[in-house]
């Protein structure tokens, strides 16, 4: 997310910027999803009064009938709430089964995990994502799991994921 993204959710729900940062990513796509929605909807509305006058003096003046909706499209559709991608998506705990046998319970990515994970690697997000490296994967996994396993350092945590589980890790912590 950028910061015009952040200073768009700030203006339009009044909450504060750490407030902000320690939500899940997956609530916050979904509320700028909505906010989107809106906000085009407003605009479609706004166009369609505009586009009445003129689709009036086209049809009292010209041969050719002129609808509304041909001069300002169809209304913009909202994206369908699904477990995937509903506000509630991401405030669930996910459960991971490590090497060890052992299920743990991992808290959502927020905000914060990501710019750790910046501050971690000195590299923007996108970079570390893109490296292809598994070092920023362990260390997400590990910011998600501390919370709950004080005991767990980087290190456990590496070895607790073998092969096997760095495969299905992706879809489990959300990268």
Do not use: H
């Not at 709430?81 to 991992?106: F, R, V």
Request: a negative charge; aromatic letters at 6%; one cysteine or more.
């Amino acid at each position: 997310m950028d910061n015009g993204t952040f200073a768009s959710l700030v203006r339009e729900t009044g909450w504060s910027l750490e407030y902000i940062r320690g939500q899940p990513v997956s609530l916050l796509s979904s509320l700028c999803a909505e906010l989107l929605y809106q906000k085009a909807l407003e605009d479609y509305r706004q166009d369609c009064r505009v586009a009445s006058l003129m689709s009036t003096m086209a049809n009292l003046w010209g041969k050719k009938r002129v609808s509304v909706e041909e001069i300002v499209g169809m209304p913009p559709e909202r994206r369908m709430m699904t477990p995937e991608n509903s506000l509630a998506k991401g405030t669930t705990l996910q459960k991971i089964k490590l090497a060890d046998g052992q299920e743990y319970e991992l808290a959502p990515v927020t905000l914060n995990i990501l710019v750790a994970i910046e501050d971690e690697f000195k590299l923007p997000l996108s970079e570390v994502l893109a490296s292809g490296k598994v070092a920023p994967i362990r260390f997400m996994l590990y910011l998600q799991l501390k919370g709950k396993y004080s005991e767990l350092t980087l290190e456990k945590v590496g070895d607790l994921v073998n092969m096997e589980i760095l495969s299905n890790i992706g879809s489990v912590i959300g990268v």
